[in-house]
């Protein structure tokens, strides 16, 4: 097995925001019920004329720039003929040899340092629509909402060699999509989803080995899965004296295999054409570089600013650099309580783990960067304590409101009348004489121990730093 290397190449769809489809005026909202969102263009019917929406081009651009591609000035549509009962028309309207973007790259992070993986293209087409496959009567129905709607397919070169360095590649690119807004990047609902193409050759070959490719994948872990099975299957049947076939595979993530589909299409089965119905696509320099100069700033210069401006750890500036939404919310949020380094724990630590055990995206956090600012600062006031401010999150996770307005609806308000604090430290004092002696014999836990046992006591609403200040007070005088 350690013979070989993998070899992989993706072809990743991502649908553009845009409030409109490609060549007509149909909206592209998610989640309307079946064939309410159609017209007699995007459902294909004869004698119509599709449109192109400039929002499409614009919004291809800004992905190739922000990729560093090279934009052509000089492109044109074509058509890809295939028949699917989705695809009304019977053939897709793609780019084929002249696409909108091309020769860009992007830098991932692999355990021998930075990567660039190259992108060879990046061009605009339409989505087909959706079959609902109705299992119980044994049918299936057209749902054509989808069919039109926008769609970039960004092609890398094969220069991937693990699943790891796939996943890498495909959460710095979702990144990226999300930071210039061109696409909400929602994998569960197919706004960005891979083609992958997988194969294998023996170490120190030049030659690529036969391809396989698994199709319309919109998961992190089921692509990791799935290449990792996939390459290990190919491996075993060359081991065998078996052969690989270029064919596209189905991924099924119950049985963790793939199974066979249908014999992989080469270019000429789809008979490309120039699509009669549009006109040449031809960009200006100034349209060009006014979308460049119009660039958002992108993951790599906001972690970069992170470590210097801020000092957050490599780690750190990684993980809220990685994300739009939590780079938004730390930077609002630290603008607001002015403490980035309490901001940025509360996002690396409580607010991770909450993401992580919900399985929510940052782009599903329900509460605002205010609200999280106002947090850090009745902490820092010392209105309320750490511990009750995990509380706090939690109910802002469960039903987002200003933390002042929960702390009084919950009775949280931190303890700090010195009167009330001398009496529960006296309390414990009383309860625990082992403390105060193990104390005394050096055993500084001892006062940890005495401090929990008040915070216990309270609920955690105690002033933490009045408490040591008092305890240690206390057992010095005894």
């Known amino acids: 097995m350690s ?116 992108i060879l293209r990046i061009h605009i087409e339409d989505d087909a629509g959706k079959l609902n496959h109705d299992e119980l009567r044994g049918g299936s129905l057209v749902d054509l909402n989808r069919a039109g709607v926008p769609l970039i397919e960004i092609v890398s070169e094969p220069d991937l060699r693990s699943a790891k360095e796939v996943e890498e590649y495909l959460r710095k690119l979702k990144s990226i999509l999300e930071y210039i807004e061109v696409s909400d990047c929602k994998m569960e609902e197919g706004s960005l989803r891979a083609d992958v193409n997988v194969s294998v050759r023996k170490i120190g070959t030049k030659e690529f080995g036969t391809r396989t490719e698994m199709k319309n994948m919109n998961s992190f872990r089921s692509i990791v899965r799935a290449i990792e099975y996939e390459s290990n299957r190919q491996i075993e049947v060359l081991e065998n004296g078996g052969k690989i076939y270029q064919e596209t595979l189905r991924w099924d993530e119950v049985s963790g295999k793939t199974f066979s589909m249908r014999n992989k299409e080469d270019a000429q089965d789809y008979r490309y054409f120039p699509e009669p119905d549009l006109v040449a696509i031809k960009l200006s320099d100034e349209y060009i570089e006014n979308i460049k100069n119009n660039l958002p700033e992108l993951p790599e210069s906001r972690k970069q600013r992170y470590l210097e401006e801020c000092k957050l750890s490599e780690k750190d500036a990684n993980i809220i650099s990685s994300s739009k939404y939590l780079a938004d919310l730390f930077e609002q949020a630290s603008k607001i309580c002015n403490n980035y380094k309490a901001v940025n724990n509360w996002i690396i630590s409580d607010i991770s783990r909450i993401l992580n055990e919900k399985e929510m995206e940052p782009k599903d956090i329900p509460f605002t960067s205010k609200e999280l ?57 009383e309860a625990n004489p082992q403390s105060i002696a193990d104390f005394k014999a050096g055993k500084d836990r001892a006062l940890g121990f005495l401090v929990g046992q008040a915070m216990k006591q309270t609920k955690g609403k105690a002033n933490p730093k009045m408490l040591n200040e008092m305890f240690l007070e206390e057992l010095k005088n005894r």
């Open 3 to 118: 013979d070989y290397e993998v070899v992989i190449g993706l072809e990743v769809h991502a649908e553009l925001s845009t409030k409109t489809k490609i060549f007509c005026s149909c909206p592209t909202s998610f989640g309307s019920e079946p064939n309410t969102q159609v017209c007699p263009v995007c459902m294909g019917m004869p004698g119509t004329l599709p449109v192109l929406n400039e929002k499409v081009v614009e919004y291809a651009v800004k992905a190739g720039l922000a990729t560093n591609c090279g934009i052509s000035k000089d492109s044109k549509n074509d058509r890809k003929n295939y028949f699917y009962p989705d695809t009304p028309r019977a053939y897709q309207i793609t780019q084929d040899d002249k696409p909108l973007c091309e020769n860009g790259y992007i830098e991932i992070d692999t355990n021998e340092g930075k990567k660039k993986v190259r």
């Open 373 to 429: 600012a106002n947090l850090v600062i009745l902490i820092d006031k010392g209105t309320i304590s750490s511990s009750i401010g995990k509380k706090v999150l939690d109910e802002l996770f469960e039903n987002p409101r200003n933390p002042e307005e929960i702390i009084k609806e919950k009775g949280w308000i931190q303890i700090s009348d010195e009167k009330a604090i001398k009496e529960i430290v006296l309390n414990i004092l």
